[in-house]
């Protein structure tokens, strides 16, 4: 009897919810990676898919395992790929045992990967691309954890300014005088693991496009497991809802004894029509569905077979002559 190859290891999550595309694996216990291209970050890296290369940054949300395994492969492979330096985003608690692991690394490999480390305290940003910043706070979980929100600043004139011509604004800036204020628009918010806290009714996080959060327990009766494993439960999820303002509700680290079918249903009956703006990151049938309906709605044409999810472009999609949709 010749025995079975090994499983094919599973394709990235993926969607996309415009202008980001979310993509990664996220499975309780196991793994977190979830990526946005456009925005060159990464949350956490609990293994470093080839994709997720491409990312400057990875903003790590705690010290776990599945969040973290691949934060030192990801910094050595940028590095060997001649990419440039992984820049690590962390809560500052945590910063000395990552440096402390980077080292460990350093002792083994007898080679020095470089890395760049910047730790934030609660409430404090670093902007990662012109006026786009990322924002950590504290979470609620078993060991240190950080939620992050990207945020764009834009300068707005005041109010009380609008009107004005162009030569009388100039007049008042001369006079040194604060024509202009600064607005946040929240793009995206990641909680990773946490318990229901005071993060999740930040501005920056229920007024933001995108949120990616955790939830891992769905049984009615697995509140308790929820609680001391500091994780969200689908009937968090379903309260949360009446308060998030997004377009999309990413979740993510669904264990993997939950299957995906149940947990929608779960969803569905706890948190009614408001969730269908929920999508759930492994569902890889429901992401492909939308992309495609995406694709064809954009004109695209859909090449099968050959949807392998995630991937930066690949896939087996490509855009046609655009239909006419005057
Ligand atoms: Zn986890
Ligand atoms: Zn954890």
Redesign the pocket.
């Known amino acids: 009897m010749i025995p079975k190859p090994p499983p094919r290891e599973g394709s990235l999550g993926f969607y996309f919810i415009p202008p980001y595309r979310i993509q990664g694996f996220s499975v ?2 196991e793994v ?1 990676t979830i990526q946005v291209p456009e925005l060159d970050v990464c949350f956490d890296m ?1 293994q470093c898919p080839r994709a997720a290369l491409a990312s400057k940054y990875c903003a790590v949300s ?1 010290g ?1 395992m ?2 973290i395994g691949g934060l030192a492969y990801y910094c050595s492979q940028r590095r060997f790929q001649g990419m440039g330096d992984g820049r690590i985003i962390c809560d500052e608690r945590i910063a000395p045992a990552i440096t402390r692991m980077m080292e460990g690394f350093q002792d083994l490999e007898q080679q020095k990967t470089p890395f760049e480390l910047l730790p934030l305290k609660d409430g404090e940003q670093v902007e990662i691309k012109n006026n786009i910043y990322l924002r950590g706070f504290h979470t609620e979980h078993t060991a240190p954890s950080m939620g992050y929100s990207v945020i764009e600043k834009r300068s707005k004139l005041k109010p009380e300014y609008v009107d004005l011509p162009q030569e009388k604004l100039k007049d008042l800036k001369d006079r040194g005088i604060e024509i202009t204020r600064t607005l946040e628009i929240p793009l995206i918010a990641y909680l ?2 946490t318990q229901p806290c005071a993060a999740l009714l930040r501005p920056d996080v229920i007024n933001a496009q995108i949120v990616i959060c ?1 939830c ?1 327990f769905f049984e009615p009766d697995h509140r308790d497991r929820a609680k001391v494993g500091m ?1 969200m439960h689908v009937d968090n999820i379903a309260e949360w809802l009446g308060v998030l303002q997004c377009q999309a509700l990413v979740l993510c ?1 669904v264990s993997r004894r939950t299957d995906l079918m149940y947990a929608r249903k779960r969803l569905f009956e706890v948190a009614g029509p408001k969730s269908e703006k929920a999508f759930f990151l492994m569902d890889y049938k429901a992401g492909k569905a939308r992309y495609e309906r995406q694709v064809i709605d954009s004109g695209g044409v859909i090449e099968r077979p050959g949807f392998r999810g995630g991937g930066g472009g690949g896939g087996g999609f490509r855009r046609g002559a655009p239909m006419n949709r005057s």
Do not use: I, K
Request: no cysteine; glycine share 22%; hydrophobic share 5%.
């Open positions: 309780a216990g977190t609990g705690h776990h599945d969040h990773g693991d955790e891992t994780h680290h």
